[in-house]
Protein backbone atom coordinates (compact mmCIF):
# COMPACT_ATOMS: atom_id res chain seq x y z
CA UNK A 1 0.00 0.00 0.00
CA UNK A 2 1.43 3.34 -1.04
CA UNK A 3 0.46 7.08 0.40
CA UNK A 4 0.69 10.26 -2.87
CA UNK A 5 1.73 13.23 -1.62
CA UNK A 6 0.82 16.41 -3.70
CA UNK A 7 2.97 19.26 -2.60
CA UNK A 8 2.26 22.71 -3.92
CA UNK A 9 5.24 23.58 -6.65
CA UNK A 10 5.33 22.50 -10.27
CA UNK A 11 2.17 20.52 -11.24
CA UNK A 12 3.12 16.70 -13.17
CA UNK A 13 2.41 17.02 -16.81
CA UNK A 14 3.72 13.57 -17.63
CA UNK A 15 1.27 11.22 -18.20
CA UNK A 16 2.97 8.45 -16.25
CA UNK A 17 3.12 10.37 -13.25
CA UNK A 18 -0.79 12.08 -13.36
CA UNK A 19 -1.18 7.83 -13.84
CA UNK A 20 0.33 7.33 -10.51
CA UNK A 21 -1.49 9.98 -8.57
CA UNK A 22 -5.19 8.95 -10.33
CA UNK A 23 -4.33 5.57 -8.84
CA UNK A 24 -2.92 6.26 -5.81
CA UNK A 25 -4.64 3.98 -2.92
CA UNK A 26 -4.14 7.16 -0.71
CA UNK A 27 -3.87 10.85 -1.34
CA UNK A 28 -3.14 14.01 0.42
CA UNK A 29 -3.02 16.99 -0.61
CA UNK A 30 -0.60 19.80 1.11
CA UNK A 31 -2.73 22.55 1.34
CA UNK A 32 -3.44 24.87 -1.82
CA UNK A 33 -2.13 22.17 -3.98
CA UNK A 34 -5.54 20.91 -3.95
CA UNK A 35 -6.12 23.23 -6.65
CA UNK A 36 -4.48 20.77 -9.48
CA UNK A 37 -6.56 17.86 -8.89
CA UNK A 38 -9.30 19.23 -10.58
CA UNK A 39 -7.89 19.32 -13.82
CA UNK A 40 -7.41 15.58 -13.67
CA UNK A 41 -11.08 14.61 -11.76
CA UNK A 42 -9.21 13.21 -9.28
CA UNK A 43 -10.11 14.08 -5.46
CA UNK A 44 -7.71 14.06 -2.26
CA UNK A 45 -8.51 11.64 0.43
CA UNK A 46 -7.15 14.10 2.72
CA UNK A 47 -5.86 17.78 2.45
CA UNK A 48 -3.95 19.06 5.28
CA UNK A 49 -1.21 21.94 6.38
CA UNK A 50 -1.30 25.61 7.62
CA UNK A 51 -4.09 26.54 4.92
CA UNK A 52 -2.58 29.76 3.98
CA UNK A 53 -3.11 28.56 0.14
CA UNK A 54 -6.33 26.71 -0.38
CA UNK A 55 -8.81 29.01 -1.70
CA UNK A 56 -12.22 29.68 0.40
CA UNK A 57 -14.26 27.64 -2.40
CA UNK A 58 -12.06 24.93 -2.49
CA UNK A 59 -11.93 24.90 1.93
CA UNK A 60 -15.37 24.42 1.78
CA UNK A 61 -15.63 22.16 -0.73
CA UNK A 62 -13.67 19.83 1.11
CA UNK A 63 -14.20 20.59 4.20
CA UNK A 64 -14.66 17.13 5.99
CA UNK A 65 -11.48 15.92 4.53
CA UNK A 66 -9.18 18.89 5.84
CA UNK A 67 -7.13 18.63 8.26
CA UNK A 68 -5.75 21.96 10.21
CA UNK A 69 -1.95 21.83 11.56
CA UNK A 70 -1.35 25.30 12.83
CA UNK A 71 2.09 25.04 13.53
CA UNK A 72 5.03 26.81 11.74
CA UNK A 73 7.75 24.45 12.94
CA UNK A 74 7.01 22.39 9.90
CA UNK A 75 6.17 22.52 6.16
CA UNK A 76 3.06 21.00 5.12
CA UNK A 77 5.23 18.10 2.86
CA UNK A 78 6.61 17.50 6.87
CA UNK A 79 2.83 17.65 8.03
CA UNK A 80 1.55 15.19 5.34
CA UNK A 81 4.03 12.88 5.67
CA UNK A 82 3.91 12.81 8.76
CA UNK A 83 0.14 11.75 8.69
CA UNK A 84 0.73 9.07 6.08
CA UNK A 85 3.31 7.24 8.85
CA UNK A 86 0.04 7.49 11.59
CA UNK A 87 -1.92 5.74 9.24
CA UNK A 88 0.65 3.21 9.00
CA UNK A 89 2.06 3.60 5.07
CA UNK A 90 5.34 2.50 4.76
CA UNK A 91 5.83 3.44 0.75
CA UNK A 92 5.51 6.83 -0.08
CA UNK A 93 5.57 9.03 -3.09
CA UNK A 94 5.65 12.60 -3.77
CA UNK A 95 5.10 15.11 -6.24
CA UNK A 96 5.16 18.59 -6.36
CA UNK A 97 8.07 18.84 -4.63
CA UNK A 98 9.89 21.21 -7.02
CA UNK A 99 9.59 24.13 -8.88
CA UNK A 100 8.31 27.46 -8.20
CA UNK A 101 9.81 29.19 -4.87
CA UNK A 102 13.74 27.25 -5.26
CA UNK A 103 14.17 27.00 -1.17
CA UNK A 104 10.79 24.79 -1.04
CA UNK A 105 12.16 22.78 -3.36
CA UNK A 106 15.71 22.65 -2.00
CA UNK A 107 13.96 21.94 1.81
CA UNK A 108 11.83 19.23 0.04
CA UNK A 109 15.03 17.17 -1.33
CA UNK A 110 16.86 17.46 1.45
CA UNK A 111 13.88 16.18 3.95
CA UNK A 112 14.29 12.88 2.07
CA UNK A 113 16.98 12.06 4.91
CA UNK A 114 14.67 12.89 7.58
CA UNK A 115 11.89 11.13 5.97
CA UNK A 116 13.64 7.84 5.13
CA UNK A 117 13.83 6.87 8.75
CA UNK A 118 10.23 6.48 8.92
CA UNK A 119 9.58 4.79 5.54
CA UNK A 120 10.48 4.37 1.38
CA UNK A 121 10.17 7.41 0.46
CA UNK A 122 10.86 9.59 -3.27
CA UNK A 123 10.41 12.71 -5.32
CA UNK A 124 9.22 12.50 -8.84
CA UNK A 125 8.54 15.35 -11.04
CA UNK A 126 8.42 15.77 -14.82
CA UNK A 127 12.62 15.89 -15.15
CA UNK A 128 13.54 13.33 -13.07
CA UNK A 129 13.31 11.36 -9.35
CA UNK A 130 14.84 11.54 -6.14
CA UNK A 131 15.56 8.52 -3.83
CA UNK A 132 17.72 8.08 -1.08
CA UNK A 133 19.81 5.01 -0.09
CA UNK A 134 21.77 3.87 2.55
CA UNK A 135 25.55 2.64 1.13
CA UNK A 136 26.80 0.46 -0.25
CA UNK A 137 24.01 0.37 -2.73
CA UNK A 138 23.14 -1.09 -6.21
CA UNK A 139 20.72 1.28 -7.83
CA UNK A 140 18.04 0.75 -10.66
CA UNK A 141 18.77 2.64 -13.89
CA UNK A 142 19.12 2.35 -17.45
CA UNK A 143 22.03 2.75 -19.67
CA UNK A 144 22.82 6.01 -21.01
CA UNK A 145 19.92 7.47 -17.55
CA UNK A 146 21.93 10.76 -16.49
CA UNK A 147 22.49 10.16 -13.14
CA UNK A 148 23.41 12.92 -9.97
CA UNK A 149 24.93 11.86 -6.64
CA UNK A 150 24.44 14.23 -3.31
CA UNK A 151 25.37 13.69 -0.35
CA UNK A 152 25.79 15.96 2.69
CA UNK A 153 28.51 14.06 4.36
CA UNK A 154 31.35 15.29 3.07
CA UNK A 155 33.88 13.36 5.02
CA UNK A 156 32.73 10.56 3.31
CA UNK A 157 34.47 9.12 -0.09
CA UNK A 158 32.33 7.63 -2.37
CA UNK A 159 33.28 5.03 -5.37
CA UNK A 160 31.04 4.03 -7.94
CA UNK A 161 30.85 1.07 -10.18
CA UNK A 162 28.84 1.36 -13.78
CA UNK A 163 29.13 5.10 -13.78
CA UNK A 164 30.45 7.25 -17.21
CA UNK A 165 32.17 9.21 -14.85
CA UNK A 166 33.63 7.35 -11.55
CA UNK A 167 33.79 8.42 -8.46
CA UNK A 168 37.04 6.75 -7.05
CA UNK A 169 37.24 7.51 -3.62
CA UNK A 170 35.91 10.95 -3.48
CA UNK A 171 34.09 13.10 -1.07
CA UNK A 172 31.60 15.58 -2.64
CA UNK A 173 33.10 18.42 -1.21
CA UNK A 174 29.97 20.54 -2.22
CA UNK A 175 26.53 19.34 -3.61
CA UNK A 176 28.06 19.89 -7.30
CA UNK A 177 30.58 17.84 -7.10
CA UNK A 178 28.19 14.68 -7.89
CA UNK A 179 26.13 15.83 -10.44
CA UNK A 180 25.45 15.08 -14.58
CA UNK A 181 26.85 11.53 -14.31
CA UNK A 182 25.44 8.73 -16.41
CA UNK A 183 24.68 5.02 -15.97
CA UNK A 184 26.59 2.49 -18.08
CA UNK A 185 23.93 -0.38 -17.28
CA UNK A 186 20.47 -1.36 -15.81
CA UNK A 187 22.24 -0.86 -12.60
CA UNK A 188 25.01 1.07 -11.10
CA UNK A 189 26.73 0.93 -7.22
CA UNK A 190 28.03 3.34 -4.78
CA UNK A 191 30.48 1.86 -1.83
CA UNK A 192 31.40 4.25 0.80
CA UNK A 193 34.22 4.69 3.16
CA UNK A 194 32.05 4.30 6.10
CA UNK A 195 28.08 4.48 6.50
CA UNK A 196 26.23 6.99 4.88
CA UNK A 197 23.56 8.12 2.79
CA UNK A 198 23.11 9.63 -0.26
CA UNK A 199 20.70 10.67 -2.42
CA UNK A 200 20.15 9.80 -5.90
CA UNK A 201 18.66 11.94 -8.59
CA UNK A 202 17.73 9.83 -12.10
CA UNK A 203 16.86 11.78 -14.94
CA UNK A 204 13.34 10.48 -16.23
CA UNK B 1 31.22 46.55 -14.23
CA UNK B 2 28.52 43.69 -13.84
CA UNK B 3 28.74 40.82 -16.15
CA UNK B 4 25.34 38.53 -17.10
CA UNK B 5 25.19 35.29 -17.18
CA UNK B 6 21.93 33.28 -18.88
CA UNK B 7 21.85 29.58 -18.15
CA UNK B 8 19.62 27.15 -19.81
CA UNK B 9 16.99 26.96 -17.15
CA UNK B 10 13.96 28.81 -16.76
CA UNK B 11 14.22 32.33 -17.87
CA UNK B 12 12.78 34.92 -15.98
CA UNK B 13 9.14 36.42 -16.63
CA UNK B 14 9.36 39.55 -14.00
CA UNK B 15 10.40 42.76 -15.74
CA UNK B 16 12.80 43.81 -13.47
CA UNK B 17 14.41 40.63 -14.38
CA UNK B 18 14.29 41.54 -18.20
CA UNK B 19 15.26 44.62 -17.74
CA UNK B 20 18.66 43.76 -15.80
CA UNK B 21 19.73 41.33 -18.91
CA UNK B 22 18.58 43.81 -21.31
CA UNK B 23 20.87 46.63 -19.58
CA UNK B 24 23.50 44.07 -19.02
CA UNK B 25 27.37 45.22 -19.57
CA UNK B 26 28.45 41.98 -21.08
CA UNK B 27 26.14 38.90 -21.40
CA UNK B 28 27.11 35.58 -22.06
CA UNK B 29 24.58 32.48 -22.70
CA UNK B 30 25.17 29.14 -21.97
CA UNK B 31 24.75 26.74 -24.79
CA UNK B 32 20.70 26.56 -25.80
CA UNK B 33 19.79 29.28 -23.81
CA UNK B 34 20.72 31.46 -26.23
CA UNK B 35 17.09 31.09 -27.52
CA UNK B 36 15.55 32.82 -25.37
CA UNK B 37 17.21 36.23 -25.93
CA UNK B 38 15.22 36.61 -29.41
CA UNK B 39 11.79 37.11 -27.64
CA UNK B 40 13.12 40.24 -25.68
CA UNK B 41 15.04 41.55 -28.90
CA UNK B 42 18.99 41.44 -27.30
CA UNK B 43 21.94 39.56 -28.47
CA UNK B 44 24.21 37.72 -26.55
CA UNK B 45 28.11 39.33 -26.42
CA UNK B 46 29.03 35.22 -26.13
CA UNK B 47 27.59 32.01 -26.56
CA UNK B 48 30.00 29.63 -24.70
CA UNK B 49 29.43 25.80 -23.72
CA UNK B 50 29.90 22.20 -25.19
CA UNK B 51 27.27 23.24 -27.39
CA UNK B 52 25.00 19.71 -27.48
CA UNK B 53 21.88 22.11 -26.76
CA UNK B 54 22.14 25.03 -29.48
CA UNK B 55 20.10 25.03 -32.60
CA UNK B 56 21.79 24.62 -35.93
CA UNK B 57 20.34 27.94 -37.26
CA UNK B 58 21.48 29.94 -33.96
CA UNK B 59 24.95 28.23 -33.93
CA UNK B 60 24.99 29.42 -37.57
CA UNK B 61 23.46 33.05 -36.36
CA UNK B 62 25.63 33.64 -33.87
CA UNK B 63 29.11 31.64 -35.19
CA UNK B 64 31.30 34.31 -34.28
CA UNK B 65 30.50 34.77 -30.89
CA UNK B 66 30.26 31.01 -30.24
CA UNK B 67 32.90 29.58 -28.18
CA UNK B 68 33.63 26.03 -28.17
CA UNK B 69 34.14 24.64 -24.84
CA UNK B 70 34.17 20.59 -25.12
CA UNK B 71 35.30 19.29 -22.11
CA UNK B 72 33.11 17.47 -19.39
CA UNK B 73 35.12 18.49 -15.86
CA UNK B 74 32.43 21.19 -15.57
CA UNK B 75 29.43 22.39 -16.53
CA UNK B 76 28.45 25.17 -19.11
CA UNK B 77 27.97 27.62 -16.37
CA UNK B 78 30.90 27.18 -14.63
CA UNK B 79 32.91 27.60 -18.20
CA UNK B 80 30.86 31.31 -18.74
CA UNK B 81 31.26 31.91 -14.87
CA UNK B 82 35.34 31.52 -16.11
CA UNK B 83 34.95 33.07 -19.10
CA UNK B 84 34.12 36.27 -17.22
CA UNK B 85 36.42 36.09 -14.69
CA UNK B 86 39.23 35.90 -17.32
CA UNK B 87 37.70 39.06 -19.03
CA UNK B 88 37.91 40.48 -15.36
CA UNK B 89 34.38 40.97 -13.88
CA UNK B 90 34.09 41.05 -10.42
CA UNK B 91 30.33 41.13 -10.36
CA UNK B 92 28.43 38.44 -12.23
CA UNK B 93 24.76 38.10 -11.97
CA UNK B 94 23.18 34.49 -13.20
CA UNK B 95 19.95 34.02 -14.57
CA UNK B 96 18.22 31.02 -15.61
CA UNK B 97 20.32 28.97 -13.19
CA UNK B 98 17.02 27.08 -11.97
CA UNK B 99 14.01 25.59 -13.02
CA UNK B 100 13.60 22.47 -14.98
CA UNK B 101 16.10 19.53 -13.86
CA UNK B 102 15.95 19.59 -10.41
CA UNK B 103 19.85 18.39 -10.34
CA UNK B 104 21.24 21.15 -12.56
CA UNK B 105 19.33 23.48 -10.26
CA UNK B 106 21.17 22.39 -7.22
CA UNK B 107 24.36 22.15 -9.02
CA UNK B 108 24.18 25.46 -9.91
CA UNK B 109 23.30 26.56 -6.27
CA UNK B 110 25.72 24.88 -4.78
CA UNK B 111 28.63 26.16 -7.60
CA UNK B 112 28.28 29.63 -5.40
CA UNK B 113 30.83 28.20 -2.94
CA UNK B 114 33.33 27.42 -5.52
CA UNK B 115 32.42 31.12 -7.53
CA UNK B 116 32.56 32.72 -4.36
CA UNK B 117 36.56 32.84 -4.60
CA UNK B 118 36.49 34.66 -7.57
CA UNK B 119 33.67 36.91 -7.54
CA UNK B 120 30.79 38.79 -5.93
CA UNK B 121 28.06 36.27 -7.22
CA UNK B 122 24.41 35.67 -7.45
CA UNK B 123 21.39 33.94 -8.30
CA UNK B 124 17.99 35.51 -9.80
CA UNK B 125 15.08 33.93 -10.74
CA UNK B 126 11.26 34.75 -10.58
CA UNK B 127 10.89 33.23 -7.08
CA UNK B 128 13.87 34.91 -5.21
CA UNK B 129 17.44 35.67 -5.19
CA UNK B 130 20.32 33.45 -3.84
CA UNK B 131 23.36 34.86 -2.38
CA UNK B 132 26.59 33.56 -0.68
CA UNK B 133 27.86 35.70 2.42
CA UNK B 134 31.04 35.38 5.16
CA UNK B 135 29.93 35.10 8.68
CA UNK B 136 29.68 37.43 10.35
CA UNK B 137 27.66 39.30 7.83
CA UNK B 138 24.49 42.03 8.03
CA UNK B 139 22.19 41.30 4.96
CA UNK B 140 20.28 43.75 3.46
CA UNK B 141 16.15 43.01 3.34
CA UNK B 142 12.69 43.96 3.60
CA UNK B 143 10.27 43.54 6.87
CA UNK B 144 7.77 40.46 6.02
CA UNK B 145 10.84 39.24 3.35
CA UNK B 146 10.68 35.51 3.25
CA UNK B 147 14.32 33.94 3.74
CA UNK B 148 16.07 30.47 3.97
CA UNK B 149 19.36 30.34 5.22
CA UNK B 150 21.85 27.27 3.98
CA UNK B 151 24.80 26.13 5.40
CA UNK B 152 26.73 22.75 3.86
CA UNK B 153 28.94 23.08 7.28
CA UNK B 154 26.99 21.02 9.30
CA UNK B 155 28.91 21.22 12.45
CA UNK B 156 29.00 25.19 12.11
CA UNK B 157 26.56 26.94 14.70
CA UNK B 158 24.39 29.81 13.60
CA UNK B 159 22.87 32.84 15.24
CA UNK B 160 20.45 34.84 13.87
CA UNK B 161 19.30 38.78 14.86
CA UNK B 162 15.82 40.18 13.22
CA UNK B 163 14.63 37.24 11.79
CA UNK B 164 11.28 36.05 13.25
CA UNK B 165 12.45 31.88 14.00
CA UNK B 166 15.84 33.26 15.47
CA UNK B 167 18.40 31.12 14.86
CA UNK B 168 20.18 30.12 18.38
CA UNK B 169 23.54 28.44 17.94
CA UNK B 170 21.67 26.34 15.86
CA UNK B 171 23.87 23.83 13.11
CA UNK B 172 21.79 23.04 9.99
CA UNK B 173 21.82 19.52 10.21
CA UNK B 174 20.36 19.10 6.95
CA UNK B 175 19.90 21.58 3.94
CA UNK B 176 16.44 22.18 5.32
CA UNK B 177 16.28 23.76 8.71
CA UNK B 178 17.13 26.95 8.07
CA UNK B 179 14.85 27.15 5.63
CA UNK B 180 11.02 29.69 5.72
CA UNK B 181 12.07 31.98 8.27
CA UNK B 182 11.30 36.30 7.60
CA UNK B 183 12.82 39.47 7.74
CA UNK B 184 11.79 41.36 10.98
CA UNK B 185 13.84 44.52 10.14
CA UNK B 186 15.34 46.02 6.90
CA UNK B 187 18.74 44.09 7.78
CA UNK B 188 19.24 40.79 9.36
CA UNK B 189 22.86 39.56 11.06
CA UNK B 190 23.97 35.91 11.55
CA UNK B 191 26.82 34.95 13.11
CA UNK B 192 28.61 31.57 13.80
CA UNK B 193 30.37 29.48 15.72
CA UNK B 194 33.34 29.21 13.62
CA UNK B 195 34.06 31.70 10.33
CA UNK B 196 31.75 29.93 7.37
CA UNK B 197 29.87 30.74 3.93
CA UNK B 198 26.18 30.46 4.18
CA UNK B 199 23.93 30.49 1.39
CA UNK B 200 20.83 32.78 1.85
CA UNK B 201 17.57 32.90 -0.16
CA UNK B 202 15.31 36.33 -0.60
CA UNK B 203 12.11 35.69 -1.81
CA UNK B 204 11.42 38.66 -4.03
Do not use: W
Not at 155 to 166: D, E, F, G, M, V
Amino acid sequence: MKAVILANGDFPKKQNLISEILCANFLIACDGAVKHLKKISKEPDIIIGDLDSISKSLKKKFSTKIIHIQEQETNDLTKAFFYCIQKGFKHIEIFGATGKREDHTLANIFLLYHYSKYAQVCIKSDFGTFEIHNTPCSIASFKGQQISIFCLDTTCKLTSQALKYPLKNLSLKNLSQGTLNEALEDNFKISSSKKTQIIVYKKS
